[in-house]
């Protein structure tokens, strides 16, 4: 048999003829073909876990939520512990640096040398001054309104458009004494780690945030 009818043979005689040789390379090819097709026409997939409820905590899963789903994939996001409170209708979120060293204080005005400060405030101060919290707060949400940056509520809402599945806890509901009209209308189901486990074991990418 030529090369050409290797390729593509026309019956089940062409492919009774071949050789063992022939057959095996034919074989490797259709399966190498058939792989390629379906890693081609597959939709991909990300599943992550929410687990805080901070203002800073809210932007990782939302941003990467509605990156992937901008980009075509299946997304679905499962709230539990204190990142349920980022499915609230209400959403009253505070940065807390305290115990986060990490965390760069910046000033989000005044002259720019100023503002190219980090201010590494220890925790011992940090939790001693009255209203840290919400100083610290009011300063992210002006430095994210300077840089252009959506708000929590914005970036929840891009996710909602793009058809992510918000998915809520539903141990945490009944651990914390929640109702569920507290909760937006648009979460997609209510379950637990055993229904959502299933659904992250076939994800392409599976995030804890």
Known sequence: MTATNL????????IISLSKAELDQWFDERL????????ENKTPSMS???TKGTMDWAYPPFILASTAA???WEVSVFFTFYGLSLLKKN??????PLGNPA???KMPFGPQWLQNIDMNIPNALMGNIPGFEKMATAMMKKTTKNKGIASVEELRGLCIEAEVKLVACL????MFGYDKSEFIPEVKDWIGAASFLPVAQKSDVSLFI
Request: aromatic share 0%; net charge negative.
């Open 48 to 50: 992550i876990i929410a």
């Open 171 to 174: 141990m945490t509901v009944d």
């Open 32 to 39: 190498e073909q058939k792989l390629t097709e379906r890693d």
């Open 103 to 105: 965390m760069p204080m």
């Open 7 to 14: 390729q593509n043979p026309q019956n089940s005689s062409d």
């Open 70 to 72: 901008a980009l075509g």
């Open 91 to 96: 959403l009253d979120l505070e940065v807390s």
